[in-house]
């Protein structure tokens, strides 16, 4: 019923972007603080970046400057734009939403390797 469905991935080159997008339903969308954690090949994962309901963002400082979280409360929909990619963004990358509970999507995967 609950579903976060990721799409966007792939393979990119240093320097290029990408945007990752997730589609939510089955839950009060607009509740929820949305975000994006990431896990690398032999890594824990971790937090990318949030958003709240009413827009305010928080990003990881690996991150900062580079990507951009947003998301259209209407459309039930989160993004990612991702700039400037870095090889060491290589991850796969989950959208989650919170509040009382937490759900998260099955994730996408992002290459960026020249």
């Known amino acids: 019923q609950v579903q976060l469905v990721e799409s966007g991935g792939g393979l990119v080159q240093p320097g290029g972007s990408l945007r990752l997008s997730c589609e939510a339903s089955?839950?009060?969308?607009?509740?929820?603080?949305m975000g994006w954690y990431r896990q690398a090949p032999g890594k824990e994962r971790e937090l990318v970046a949030t958003?709240?309901?009413?827009?305010?963002?928080n990003y990881a400082d690996s991150v900062k400057g580079r990507f951009t979280i947003s998301r259209d409360n209407a459309k039930r929909m989160v993004y990612l734009q991702m700039n400037s990619l870095k090889p060491e963004d290589t991850a796969v990358y989950f959208c989650?939403?919170?509040?009382?509970?937490?759900?998260w999507g099955q994730g996408t995967r992002v290459t960026v390797s020249s």
């Open positions: 089955g839950f009060t969308f607009s509740s929820y603080v």
């Open positions: 989650t939403a919170r509040r009382s509970a937490s759900y």
């Open positions: 958003i709240s309901s009413g827009g305010s963002t």
